[in-house]
């Protein structure tokens, strides 16, 4: 089987996120399952030079745009045994930055334009086209509406509903060259405007998402982004597949960005990790309290707000805090006037540094992750593989992957609250601190976490009876 994955992007060639993450994993996997996987990227100028001199051309197209007829170049480069395509043309992609730009909208229609262009002049017939997020869901939209494209069953994968590529109604004919027809409650319309990732999940063959529970949630009020409605209409079409952890990035026993590797017979050096990261930030290097991690964007999906609420009563508990990310000023400001409230207890580090949040996952006790929804979560699935034990609200790939530690028992590998109340995290927080206290029920805990499997093993089998359920049609 072959499959054609199209996306924003994709690690290590550019990424923002989480999407980034599973773009570079993914196609590795698949292959590991018998799918030849290849990629298809928008060819950004913030890709580092050496790839680009790797990259060689492999066919120069004109694009249609509405009235605009646009010149491209599909570049090629293999990496690490994997194809991938960029699709080249300056005036859209050569920018530092991928999102955020006022032509947005033209942009990734061209995108979507020119990979389906582009098929009959790849040395590769895709048996699936599988599309992630709203930048890539005009490709099942233009293979319905158009003739002349090579017919290939679509997959369109929702990695967060939040972000949906709404733009102005003119653009429906302007860029699209598409009918009233389309611009429906059926189609792409939406409060008056046109939403790419609406007509992802009308067109597209089957739709998934990155974890069951989210699947479940998306067609409730609550999370649904005014999208509810439609993804109940959708039915069985709608699959959720739980997203994995690449075990060759993240692994406490080889990783070098940590100061001493350890697995789970070896858990008691996470110690080492612990004490050599509180005197490399400047905390007071104490092994027996515990530091509590915080690796995030700084936005209000991340559940910061219950934060700020109860900060004060957290820090009671005896703990430390170290955060690592960027985001929003206020939150920015919160964690600045803690770190001064709390010297050699908080230390905070606005901005992203991998190496950094490496050590932070293998020398944090608690990983922190009170998010508000979570449609799958990379952070509690590191935070589990590197022993830092997860306190999650439950919501999304976090209940599907954090279980409630029972202390009769000694099963569960985390502490789950259901509620998004502060107290709730605050009680919580609680009882993970009691419980690191009695190091015998922790080192169960621990052994737990780090023993809980978070790899795209059994995600690989789903995805597989997926494309099959297209290609058997």
């Known amino acids: 089987m072959k499959v054609l994955l199209i996306a924003s992007e994709a690690e290590p060639f550019i990424k923002t996120g989480g999407l980034g993450d599973v773009l570079g994993a993914f196609p590795q996997e698949l292959g590991r399952r018998g799918i030849e996987a290849r990629v298809i990227l928008p060819k950004y100028g913030g890709i580092p030079d050496h790839f680009k001199r790797r990259m060689i051309s492999r066919a120069t197209l004109t694009v249609r745009l509405g009235w605009r007829n646009q010149l491209c170049t599909i570049e090629q480069l293999d990496h690490q045994g994997i194809v991938f395509y960029f699709v080249?043309?300056?005036?859209?992609?050569?920018?530092?930055?991928?999102?955020?730009?006022?032509?947005?909208?033209?942009?990734?229609?061209?995108?979507?334009?020119?990979?389906?262009?582009?098929?009959?002049?790849?040395?590769?017939?895709?048996?699936?086209?599988?599309?992630?997020?709203?930048?890539?869901?005009?490709?099942?939209?233009?293979?319905?509406?158009?003739?002349?494209?090579?017919?290939?069953?679509?997959?369109?994968?929702?990695?967060?509903?939040?972000?949906?590529?709404?733009?102005?109604?003119?653009?429906?004919?302007?860029?699209l060259e598409l009918g009233a027809e389309y611009f429906t409650m059926d189609g792409l319309e939406f409060f008056g405007q046109v939403n790419f990732?609406?007509?992802?999940?009308?067109?597209?063959?089957?739709?998934?998402?990155?974890?069951?529970?989210?699947?479940?949630?998306?067609?409730?009020?609550?999370?649904?982004?005014?999208?509810?409605?439609?993804?109940?209409?959708?039915?069985?079409?709608?699959?959720?597949?739980?997203?994995?952890?690449?075990?060759?990035?993240?692994?406490?026993?080889?990783?070098?960005?940590?100061?001493?590797?350890?697995?789970?017979?070896?858990?008691?050096?996470?110690?080492?990790?612990?004490?050599?990261?509180?005197?490399?930030?400047?905390?007071?290097?104490?092994?027996?309290?515990?530091?509590?991690?915080?690796?995030?964007?700084?936005v209000p999906q991340k559940g910061l707000d219950?934060?700020?609420?109860?900060?004060?009563?957290?820090?009671?508990?005896?703990?430390?805090?170290?955060?690592?990310?960027?985001?929003?000023?206020?939150?920015?400001?919160?964690?600045?006037?803690?770190?001064?409230?709390?010297?050699?207890?908080?230390?905070?580090?606005?901005?992203?540094?991998?190496?950094?949040?490496?050590?932070?996952?293998?020398?944090?006790?608690?990983?922190?992750?009170?998010?508000?929804?979570?449609?799958?979560?990379?952070?509690?699935?590191?935070?589990?593989?590197?022993g830092s034990v997860p306190v999650v609200r439950a919501t999304g790939g976090l209940k599907d992957t954090v279980q409630p530690f029972n202390r009769v028992s000694k099963e569960g590998n985390g502490f789950v609250f259901a509620g998004y109340q502060a107290q709730d995290l605050l009680h919580t927080i609680e009882e993970a601190v009691r419980y690191y206290h009695d190091q015998e029920i922790w080192g169960s805990l621990v052994k737990n976490a780090m023993s809980t499997d978070c790899s795209w093993q059994s995600s690989m089998g789903e995805y597989h009876d997926l494309y099959q359920k297209l290609v058997l049609k």
């Open 88 to 175: 080249s043309q300056d005036e859209y992609f050569n920018r530092q930055g991928l999102y955020g730009f006022a032509d947005d909208g033209e942009r990734f229609s061209f995108f979507s334009r020119a990979v389906l262009e582009a098929l009959p002049h790849l040395d590769f017939a895709p048996d699936v086209l599988h599309c992630h997020d709203w930048q890539s869901a005009l490709v099942p939209v233009f293979l319905k509406a158009y003739q002349g494209y090579v017919r290939v069953p679509t997959v369109f994968t929702i990695h967060n509903l939040k972000y949906q590529g709404v733009f102005p109604a003119r653009i429906l004919g302007d860029y």
């Open 306 to 386: 219950l934060m700020e609420e109860v900060f004060d009563p957290i820090m009671d508990l005896g703990v430390q805090l170290v955060v690592l990310g960027t985001g929003e000023e206020k939150y920015h400001q919160l964690f600045r006037s803690a770190a001064l409230r709390y010297p050699g207890r908080v230390s905070v580090h606005l901005g992203f540094d991998d190496a950094l949040a490496h050590r932070i996952y293998a020398g944090s006790d608690i990983f922190l992750m009170p998010s508000i929804f979570e449609p799958c979560g990379l952070g509690q699935m590191i935070a589990l593989r590197y």
């Open 197 to 298: 990732l609406k007509g992802g999940l009308v067109y597209a063959d089957l739709v998934s998402t990155v974890s069951k529970t989210y699947a479940q949630e998306i067609r409730t009020r609550e999370f649904g982004e005014q999208l509810d409605g439609i993804l109940r209409k959708i039915g069985d079409k709608l699959w959720g597949i739980r997203n994995g952890l690449d075990y060759t990035v993240y692994n406490p026993e080889t990783d070098p960005n940590i100061f001493l590797p350890y697995n789970h017979k070896t858990w008691e050096k996470k110690q080492n990790n612990k004490t050599a990261l509180q005197k490399s930030l400047g905390l007071s290097e104490q092994r027996d309290i515990p530091l509590l991690g915080l690796i995030c964007r700084l």
